[in-house]
């Protein structure tokens, strides 16, 4: 397995972190320089999850502030660019903050300047709430320049993202090519787990179901024509919930899971074994679970398999996968490839020679949010 770029060679997860923000800069959710000064500032204090927090803040704040001078200016549309890439850094600097009230302030701090951000740059992006169980499950609806009714994409978080960053990443080139994006957060992600502290549940065909009972009772969207996708750790939400929710027309897996509690065995060895070969810190996986810690944690874990699951999958299906995935062997997105009953099915595996073999494209998520875009035109 090659090594790809590490902005910090000597922390993986760190390297993840800063991967994450420079690729948001495609979408203008970050600047290179902007990005390059805080890790500039973090170079002597590598592995301080609280410095991390402290510097990412710092630049937001910064970024925030060019924004409401460039507003009282008068100059809307440069002001909601340094609102999107404020918001990117206040999420990124709450990345490695253990849950609690410095979390929560960086995570809203987050939707504030998200919310500012997409008034001038994308207004074509409206939030909305999703019934769900006696609640509601938020999310970002980016309509496509069409008339009438549309294909949509239902589309999930992984383990520690949000559909603040999804939303770009994934809805701006679903809505080029004529494809609405519901970038929800599901049961155990971003905005669901942080505010309305409800955790993740291994039937996700369940919120998925929610998902697109919502989406189709919309005028703008056309029922027939409703895919499920999840990003990481959604490529075992999103497999589960076509396996089971049929209206769906099509499913993707951007990254492949076959047995998450297996996978989760090898991180925690990493993790307990001082390693930090894993995208996220120790509490993660007990926060997301709403478990008291790791041992209920991997418990409850031994539900999220698709080993006897995907063979329920019958749409069009796609996975994707990196060649060179550390996070997740590319050998979980084989193991659900053959797996899967669909007569058309995909798995492509970037390599190291294009692009794209880091984990979900993480070293060019370009690539995958183009390859998955143009699969659902042609699916949908």
């Not at 800063?18 to 000064?37: K, L, P, Q, T, Y």
């Not at 919310?115 to 509601?136: D, L, S």
């Not at 679970?289 to 790791?294: F, H, L, S």
């Not at 970037?350 to 995958?368: I, K, M, P, V, Y």
């Amino acid at each position: 397995m090659k090594a790809g770029f590490q902005y910090f060679p000597d922390n993986f997860m760190w390297s993840q972190g800063m991967m994450i923000v420079i690729e948001m800069a495609r979408w203008g959710g970050a600047a290179m320089s902007e990005v390059d000064r805080v890790g500039k500032r973090l170079k002597d204090k590598v592995g301080d999850n609280a410095a991390w927090g402290a510097e990412w803040e710092k630049e937001a704040r910064r970024i925030e502030k060019m924004g409401d001078d460039a507003l009282a200016e008068k100059h809307p549309l440069s002001a909601a660019g340094h609102y999107l890439r404020a918001a990117t850094y206040y999420f990124v600097g709450e990345r490695f903050i253990h849950p609690g009230p410095q979390k929560t302030g960086l995570y809203q701090s987050c939707l504030r300047c998200f919310r500012a951000g997409i008034k001038g740059r994308h207004p074509n992006i409206e939030r909305v709430e999703v019934p769900y169980q006696g609640t509601t499950l938020p999310a970002w609806f980016m309509k496509a320049p069409v008339a009438g009714k549309a294909p949509t994409v239902c589309f999930f978080d992984g383990l520690d993202s949000t559909k603040e960053l999804s939303i770009l990443f994934g809805g701006v080139e679903l809505a080029m090519r004529g494809i609405h994006t519901l970038a929800i957060d599901g049961p155990g992600q971003g905005e669901a787990l942080r505010l309305q502290n409800i955790p993740s549940r291994p039937d996700y065909e369940v919120p998925a179901a929610a998902a697109y009972d919502y989406v189709a009772g919309r005028a703008d969207v056309d029922p027939k024509r409703v895919a499920v996708m999840a990003y990481s750790m959604g490529g075992y939400y999103a497999p589960r919930a076509a396996a089971f929710e049929k209206r769906f027309a099509a499913c993707v897996a951007w990254g492949g899971h076959f047995d998450y509690h297996a996978t989760w065995v090898t991180r925690r060895k990493i993790l307990e074994s001082g390693g930090n070969k894993v995208s996220a810190p120790h509490f993660q996986l007990p926060w997301v679970m709403g478990m008291p810690d790791m041992d209920s944690a991997m418990k409850k874990t031994e539900s999220y398999k698709l080993e006897g699951v995907a063979e329920k999958v019958t749409c069009p299906f796609l996975v994707t996968h990196g060649e060179d995935d550390s996070i997740s062997p590319v050998e979980n997105a084989r193991l659900l490839y053959d797996a899967v009953s669909s007569k058309q099915k995909t798995l492509k595996i970037f390599t190291a020679e294009e692009g794209g073999s880091e984990h979900c494209q993480g070293d060019n998520r370009f690539l995958g949010a183009t390859y998955v875009a143009d699969w659902l035109a042609k699916h949908l």
